[in-house]
């Protein structure tokens, strides 16, 4: 199936992946992060999948009930129709994994087929009845499948047969447990379905300013929530790994941690629907994430902080389509990444701003940040993109160590907190100046990806966003035009040009156009007073949502389809916010870029 073609549900602490024709693909337990136990998505089924479906051919459709991620999917044979509700309950111990087929008209036959593969798809468990379910078993891991209806082994797959009529319904629930311990008491399938949607709705209008915010908005702000890990706060960039950035290509990361670089956009979508309380707990989160010395701060984080995110390839799993290395862990955490400070300083400085003080041992920590920059802000580094290849003076990267002290002055300025204002004064004008000389092509009329560099970039499009400098500044107009002419694919933008050499990233030429780029041009146009061009992009990403409102990463604009791991909080995110700009006056891009 194709990326679009899945569905997203989750509980906070993991998630799965439901295709159009009813079959899990993808799960981990018990953390996002967790090795998978039905990896078919990046293999074959015989690595573990979960289907539920009509036997006979049948017609699908599919939408979530109101503002929540619980999946309903409709069947519809020649004997009649069935609803399949799909849902992960908030947990009250263990995770669950609920489904429950629903008779809508007439008598239709369906058929269960479950495979386990614990280990990311290699491990074959033992099976066994038990406690009135099948457990399967394997090392650290067991998951209990519970229902009323009947199974039974075929091969090593558990099967199960059965019609349903009209008004009749039938539960499954799939709970993993640690091995060692006894398998999980009876679970009442309605009560969860019953919890689940009170939590959603509970979310969904408790927290909101409803009057000024649009449904699809809404829907980018639940898969945010749902890839938020509830113990921590702590927001991953995507459910999955190995999602190919071009299909048989080899650009396919594990995506399961929580990047700073997404912090301060990630604070702003929440703050402007009115979630303070994940905007607080994402901020926790980052505060004990990068505690320690400032040198050893990394650009990405396990969900409870973790720093350790050794990358490692999984030649047992074919990979989507053929993509190829599958990898777990990710490591572009071990590389240097100047942005990211800038991104902490910002973050915690627009918390400040909207009320939310992270204490005295934060502001302690960013003047150790500060003092970091100033000592290292002429390094060349790996980043925005986590280039393999040689460091350079990435603009970007200069950029946001700029912000890191423009943050620093005005948290000094407007909240009278204590630092050296005249010494960050002079650093950040001196920044400014030399970025300025080095980072701007004359010959281009652009800033461009590295200081001495022709090629374009479309981080430099977060210039005017950051206050850098305003929007409608010559050289910022340079660089917009200059991005739409050379970095635009069928009205996508690029990241940058890769090259067949690997000159510039260190890898194969070959990518989808990167969503959140695209709609950073939507602000940059915006705030550059092209305001109907800026509409027009955004309807047009807008349309590439699958048909449950769902993005992933990146998009294909030849093949007209999603690439790149899925669903994304970065693009969701980076949706919410120029949704928000281009309705409202002050929103994120002119409240950033003014802060």
């Known amino acids: 199936m194709k990326i679009e073609d899945y569905g997203f549900i989750g509980d906070m602490e993991t998630a799965a992946l439901v295709g159009k024709n009813g079959s899990i693909d993808w799960l981990c337990m018990p953390r996002f992060d967790s090795p998978a136990c039905f990896a078919a998505l990046l293999g074959t089924e015989e690595n573990g999948f979960w289907k539920i479906a009509p036997t006979e051919l049948a017609r699908s459709s599919r939408q979530y009930r109101g503002n929540s991620l619980i999946l309903e999917t409709d069947f519809e044979t020649g004997e009649g129709a069935v609803r399949l509700i799909d849902f992960m309950p908030p947990r009250d111990c263990l995770p669950d994994l609920v489904r429950i087929v629903e008779g809508v008209r007439g008598r239709v036959a369906m058929v269960m087929t479950l495979v386990v593969r614990f280990d990311y798809g290699q491990a074959i468990p033992w099976v ?20 009323d209806v009947e199974t039974h082994g075929e091969g090593l797959h558990t099967v199960a047969r059965f019609e349903i009529e009209a008004g009749q319904r039938v539960a499954f629930v799939l709970t993993w447990y640690p091995a060692h311990q006894s398998p999980p008491r009876k679970r009442n399938a309605g009560k969860r379905l019953q919890e689940a949607e009170k939590f959603w709705e509970t979310w969904a209008n408790g927290h909101v300013d409803r009057g000024d915010l649009q449904q699809d908005e809404m829907r980018s702000l639940l ?13 991953l960039a995507a459910a999955t790994t190995s999602l190919p950035e071009q299909i048989g290509g080899v650009r396919n990361w594990d995506y399961r941690f929580c990047w700073l670089r997404d912090a301060t956009f990630t604070l702003y979508a929440l703050l402007n629907a009115g979630y303070t309380g994940e905007a607080k707990a994402w901020c926790k989160w980052l505060l004990r994430a990068i505690a320690g010395d400032p040198a050893q701060m990394q650009t990405m984080y396990g969900v ?14 074919a990979g989507y389509e053929g993509s190829q290395p599958v990898r777990v862990g990710n490591a572009a955490s071990s590389q240097f990444q100047l942005d990211v400070y800038g991104e902490v300083m910002d973050s915690l400085h627009q918390a400040r701003r909207a009320g939310i003080e992270p204490g005295d041992l934060a502001w302690a920590l960013q003047r150790h940040l500060v003092d970091f ?78 200081f001495g560099s022709d090629l374009l970039d479309a981080s430099t499009l977060l210039l005017p966003l950051v206050g850098f400098l305003p929007a409608n500044d010559p050289r910022i107009l340079g660089t917009i035009n200059a991005i739409e002419r050379e970095l635009m694919v069928d009205g996508f933008v690029l990241r940058y040009q890769t090259k067949t050499d690997g000159s510039v990233d260190g890898l194969p030429a070959g990518e989808g156009a990167f969503l959140p780029c695209s709609f950073w041009l939507v602000d940059a146009l915006y705030l550059s007073g092209r305001i109907e061009d800026a509409h027009a992009l955004f309807e047009r990403l807008r349309g590439v949502r699958n048909d449950l409102g769902l993005f992933a990463e990146e998009y294909d604009p030849v093949a007209r389809r999603l690439t790149g791991n899925f669903p994304q909080a970065f693009t969701h995110v980076a949706f919410a916010n120029s949704a928000r700009n281009l309705r409202k006056v002050g929103g994120p891009a002119e409240e950033r870029a003014a802060c």
């Open 304 to 317: 409870a902080g973790e720093r350790r995110l050794l990358e490692f390839e999984l030649p047992h799993l």
């Open 373 to 450: 920059v100033i000592g290292h802000w002429r390094d060349p580094d790996e980043g925005i993109w986590e280039v393999r290849g040689p460091r350079r003076d990435f603009t970007h990267s200069k950029v946001m160590a700029w912000v890191a002290l423009d943050r620093a002055v005005k948290a000094v300025e407007g909240f009278n907190l204590p630092g050296d204002l005249e010494k960050w004064r002079t650093v950040r004008d001196e920044m400014h100046r030399e970025i300025c000389a080095r980072g701007f092509n004359e010959k281009r009329g652009a800033f461009t990806q590295s």
């Open 223 to 235: 898969v945010l929530k749902g890839l938020t890990y509830a113990p921590t706060g702590g927001v």
């Open 128 to 147: 066994r009845r038990r406690d009135g379910g099948i457990e399967a078993l394997a090392g650290p891991d067991a998951l209990l499948l519970q229902s």
